[in-house]
């Protein structure tokens, strides 16, 4: 496998959609725009544009077929589309485990012990279509940012990037699951007649400096990346702190206070996994354990 391969692997599991006719398959992979502009006021939509410019320019060589794109204001979409016997769709659909949708998709095995530099690819292209970073997203301080990795529904391929990422040595912050006991753990929403409230996105978390080696391909996504690291350097420099010291840390090394939540009558919901469907949890360290983040 060529890098750009496991780039466009990592894109299609990251938010992809493989549709199948009788003689052809189309993939799509759809890249969300989060704001309409930058925290600096530029458009996104022209920075999105430019990038998959150069994403085409670098996937056609690999996939032997134009790629084409649409966008509006708040989804860019590049697809392509080749015969079902081709060789690259026979290897797309047996990587994605004849899965059609991300939803579904889980990383595939082969990364779990692939060269250190197909790893960092394939996640590249996870988190371009996944992760964002804004000045919003910090810790505390304002100066701790953090990429915010979003995935919609599929509890275990979370699972899958926090281990793809402990291979190589980078850190989860926190994940912020679409659980009832991390969403509503007072049971506000519920009480105010909302219990869906906490099916949203899953969110893992990852310290600025630590998400570097990776980066991103969308240049808005890594002009902010660079800024914000800069940001962060300064400003543990100026407290008389080692930035690594502070943030290189997985959640097994950390000392966090467990703050108790409340049951939540949504606990035994189908939608949560039956590992851990019907348990209550007062941390995500916990529900990332029962499912196979751990030491």
């Not at 910090?138 to 926090?162: G, L, Q």
């Amino acid at each position: 496998m060529n890098i750009q391969m496991a780039y466009l692997l990592g894109m299609i599991i990251g938010n992809g959609e493989i549709q199948r006719s009788n003689s052809t398959t189309k993939i799509l992979i759809n890249i969300p725009h989060k704001n309409e502009r930058t925290d600096d006021g530029n458009d996104v939509k022209v920075y999105v544009k430019a990038s998959i410019a150069d994403i085409k320019s670098a996937l056609e060589q690999t996939i032997g077929a134009t790629v084409n794109h649409t966008q509006n204001d708040r989804v860019s979409t590049i697809y392509f589309e080749k015969p079902n016997s081709d060789y690259l769709i026979s290897e797309i659909m047996r990587m994605c485990d004849n899965e059609r949708t991300f939803e579904t998709m889980r990383v595939p095995k082969y990364f779990f012990s692939a060269p250190r530099d197909e790893i960092l690819y394939f996640l590249r292209g996870f988190c371009d279509v996944t992760a964002y970073i804004r000045r919003s997203n910090y810790f505390f301080d304002k100066s701790f940012h953090r990429v915010y990795i979003e995935i919609m529904h599929n509890w275990y391929v979370v699972i899958d990037i926090c281990n793809l990422l402990k291979q190589l040595d980078i850190p989860v912050h926190n994940i912020d699951w679409a659980h009832p006991n991390m969403r509503d753990g007072n049971l506000k929403k519920y009480n105010d007649n909302q219990p869906n409230f906490w099916k949203k996105e899953h969110q893992i978390k990852i310290a600025a400096n630590e998400f570097i080696p990776i980066g991103f391909t969308v240049i808005h996504k890594n002009q902010a990346l660079i800024k914000f690291v800069k940001e962060m350097e300064q400003f543990f420099s100026s407290q008389g702190k080692d930035i690594k010291e502070t943030t290189h840390k997985f959640y097994w090394e950390r000392r966090t206070p467990k703050k108790h939540r409340q049951t939540h009558p949504c606990e035994n919901d189908m939608s949560i996994p039956k590992e851990i469907r019907g348990k209550h949890y007062d941390s995500w360290q916990e529900i990332a354990k029962d499912l196979g983040y751990r030491k």
